[in-house]
């Protein structure tokens, strides 16, 4: 079971939480991303797999606080996902030392760039505004340790995953994982830029 292998503050929040049993793709996709590669990682609504995306990002981070320059980037379509997800985030971080940050377009980026300054695990944001803040050297992306796209279907939008490609090509080193329904012909794309040598999870 992939929850007996989490770290043992996930595995208090999901006894909190009341979440006992995974879902199979929960069951499926959890050692894949854990294993460090990049994901394609395919599921209907309702299978588990904003959980997974938390989870699994806080398990990369060990649960902890490190440095100042964020190690997780989660993008997602618009501020309203931004502050949904942020609030799930904050569900399992309460207990830890750990910094989520909740970025988006609406916020002046001058504030943005001194909040994240002061030092930031987690960054929740989207492409656009995480484009800005690169190109005005308002994040650094030098500790990034794993990047994922929540409800990745807004990427079919050419001029959204030219900004995510944009970022990746400076990004050096970095595990990638893409959440979506299915597969799309755009999504599919990203194995030319920096989704190469994936493997895909389907449930």
């Not at 505004?129 to 050297?137: A, D």
């Not at 799309?184 to 449930?203: D, G, I, W, Y």
């Amino acid at each position: 079971m992939p929850f007996r292998k989490l770290h043992p503050h996930l595995l208090e929040n999901l006894e909190r939480l009341e979440i006992e049993t995974p879902t199979s793709f929960q069951k499926s996709s959890i050692p894949v991303i854990k294993s460090g590669i990049n994901v394609f990682a395919f599921a209907k609504q309702g299978s588990g797999k904003t959980t997974t995306l938390v989870l699994t990002t806080l398990q990369k981070l060990k649960c902890e606080a490190i440095g100042d320059a964020p190690r997780a980037v989660v993008m997602v379509e618009n501020k309203e996902k931004v502050l949904e997800l942020y609030q799930t985030f904050i569900e399992y971080t309460k207990y830890s030392s750990l910094r989520v940050y909740a970025s988006y377009e609406q916020l002046h980026i001058d504030v943005q760039k001194s909040e994240i300054y002061l030092g930031i695990d987690i960054l929740i944001t989207t492409p656009k505004t995480l484009h800005n803040l690169f190109l005005t050297n308002g994040v650094s992306i030098s500790e990034l340790k794993i990047i994922s796209v929540d409800d990745a279907e807004f990427l079919s939008n050419k001029k959204e995953a030219t900004g995510l490609i944009a970022m990746a090509a400076s990004i050096k080193k970095s595990q990638f994982v893409i959440y979506a329904e299915k597969a799309h012909p755009q999504l599919k794309r990203l194995e030319n830029h920096f989704m190469e040598h994936s493997r895909t999870v389907t449930a």
